[in-house]
């Protein structure tokens, strides 16, 4: 399974981005699909994650009501759209793919590359 993360770069606090997250090789319906974080010197942590039933969605609490997945079960990729950006949601963001669970990243199996995402104030 290999995915490709793509849609970081830099925007001012307040701006907007929407990560994309491509799948392909195994079977992507069946996912756990999630999206993490990691900031210079500090542990990955988690940001948000979808089940293969799309109603089935977590989220950190400190990008609640501020961030938003989702996915497309018919070109195999998933989406956060982040809005109202803060300077401490600066990191490499990065998707990843599990059946086991829905927030632990040791639990994810297959990681994509990551994007870098930049907020200034």
């Known amino acids: 399974v290999q995915l490709q993360a793509c849609g970081g770069g830099s925007v001012q606090t307040g701006g907007s981005l929407r990560l994309s997250c491509t799948v392909s090789?195994?079977?992507?319906?069946?996912?756990?699909m999630g999206w993490f974080r990691q900031d210079s010197g500090k542990e990955r942590e988690f940001v948000a994650s979808?089940?293969?039933?799309?109603?089935?969605?977590y989220y950190a609490n400190f990008v609640k009501g501020r961030f938003t997945i989702s996915r497309d079960n018919t070109d195999d990729s998933i989406y956060l759209q982040m809005d109202s950006l803060k300077p401490g949601d600066t990191a490499i963001y990065y998707c990843a793919a599990g059946v086991r669970h829905y927030m632990d990243p040791e639990k994810f199996d297959f990681w994509g590359q990551g994007t870098q995402v930049t907020v200034s104030s």
């Open positions: 090789g195994g079977t992507f319906s069946r996912h756990i």
């Open positions: 979808i089940g293969w039933i799309a109603s089935n969605t």
